[in-house]
């Protein structure tokens, strides 16, 4: 059997606070986009293991499809042996959330594939131990995402009648590393409110609070926002912690965007998946 998990961007991202647990309260909009990897999962005779071809993804050991795997297979001991291959198009390390998308999608797999007829309350808790972000694409509509980003409320947005810019400078930015320089403070406007305005106004109004520090360590990442813009981008910002860059473009506008420095780039005709 065979999926196609997808990523996402954020359009906006404040951290409120951190909390006593460690973790950091925010507030984003999730917005799925249908850039895909391809996971795929077969019976075993032998044991369990995983492949992983495409973009170059880690320690296969260390993925969380696997790690979804070990997670049901406590709770669901009849779940088989199986190989599982993985196929990597999504960028890893980029903000996308294409790794919590792969492990949501493997919960899903199972419990369809061998019948286990896991609650939906229990996948959603197994999402949440595997990511923050995780449970998203269990929903994978458009939401607004509180809490550590496991708190959604899906939300009325549409990107039709644009395209979106995706590039990535093959930079591996850690989350752990962007939060500790992060000064938490709640805004003067919700990103939910910003969001339903016209996109027009997102420039001056909709945000990413970790594009100061990717910013200032990686000058080349706040480049590649500056040009979106030049190029005629209606929004453009970084997605989550980095390092991706996306611009929002009208669906009619000409992009002459050459690769000159061998960024992963990829163009995405915004549909609802």
Request: hydrophobic share 40%; with cysteine.
């Given at each position: 059997?065979?999926?196609?998990p997808?990523?996402?961007?954020?359009?906006?991202?404040?951290?409120?606070?951190?909390?006593?647990?460690?973790?950091?309260?925010?507030?984003?909009?999730?917005?799925?986009?249908?850039?895909?990897?391809?996971?795929?999962?077969v019976?075993?005779?032998?044991?369990?293991?995983?492949?992983?071809?495409?973009?170059?993804?880690?320690?296969?050991?260390?993925?969380?499809?696997l790690?979804?795997?070990?997670?049901?297979?406590?709770?669901?001991?009849?779940?088989?042996?199986?190989?599982?291959?993985?196929?990597?198009?999504?960028?890893?390390?980029?903000?996308?959330?294409?790794?919590?998308?792969?492990?949501?999608?493997?919960?899903?797999?199972?419990?369809?594939?061998?019948?286990?007829?896991?609650?939906?309350?229990?996948?959603?808790?197994?999402?949440?131990?595997?990511?923050?972000?995780?449970?998203?694409?269990?929903?994978?509509?458009?939401?607004?995402?509180?809490?550590?980003?496991?708190?959604?409320?899906?939300?009325n947005?549409?990107?039709?009648?644009h395209?979106?810019?995706?590039?990535?400078?093959?930079?591996?930015?850690?989350?752990?590393?962007?939060?500790?320089?992060?000064i938490?403070?709640?805004?003067?406007?919700?990103?939910?409110?910003?969001?339903l305005?016209?996109?027009?106004?997102?420039?001056?109004?909709?945000?990413?609070?970790?594009?100061?520090?990717?910013?200032?360590?990686?000058?080349?990442?706040?480049?590649?926002?500056?040009d979106?813009?030049?190029?005629?981008?209606?929004?453009?910002?970084?997605?989550?912690?980095?390092?991706?860059?996306?611009?929002?473009?009208?669906?009619?506008?000409?992009?002459?965007?050459?690769?000159?420095?061998?960024?992963?780039?990829?163009?995405?005709?915004?549909?609802?998946?």
């Amino acid at each position: 059997m065979i999926t196609f998990p997808n990523c996402k961007i954020n359009l906006g991202l404040n951290i409120l606070r951190k909390r006593e647990d460690g973790f950091h309260d925010l507030e984003t909009v999730f917005f799925p986009i249908n850039l895909q990897d391809a996971l795929e999962i077969v019976p075993s005779s032998t044991k369990t293991q995983i492949t992983v071809t495409g973009i170059a993804a880690g320690n296969p050991e260390n993925n969380l499809c696997l790690k979804a795997y070990l997670l049901v297979k406590k709770d669901y001991p009849q779940l088989p042996a199986i190989t599982i291959h993985l196929h990597k198009a999504i960028p890893i390390g980029a903000g996308l959330g294409g790794g919590s998308a792969d492990a949501a999608f493997m919960l899903q797999l199972l419990n369809t594939k061998f019948y286990l007829h896991i609650p939906g309350d229990k996948i959603f808790d197994y999402a949440l131990q595997l990511g923050s972000d995780c449970s998203f694409f269990l929903l994978n509509k458009p939401c607004l995402a509180s809490g550590r980003g496991e708190v959604l409320e899906p939300i009325n947005l549409s990107l039709s009648g644009h395209k979106i810019l995706l590039i990535n400078p093959g930079i591996h930015v850690s989350t752990a590393e962007a939060f500790k320089k992060i000064i938490p403070a709640i805004p003067a406007k919700k990103i939910n409110d910003i969001v339903l305005q016209p996109i027009e106004t997102w420039k001056e109004e909709l945000g990413n609070d970790f594009e100061n520090y990717v910013f200032e360590r990686y000058p080349h990442v706040k480049k590649i926002k500056e040009d979106l813009y030049q190029k005629g981008a209606v929004y453009a910002a970084m997605s989550g912690s980095g390092s991706t860059v996306f611009g929002i473009f009208k669906k009619d506008e000409i992009i002459n965007y050459k690769n000159e420095q061998r960024f992963f780039y990829k163009l995405i005709n915004v549909a609802r998946l």
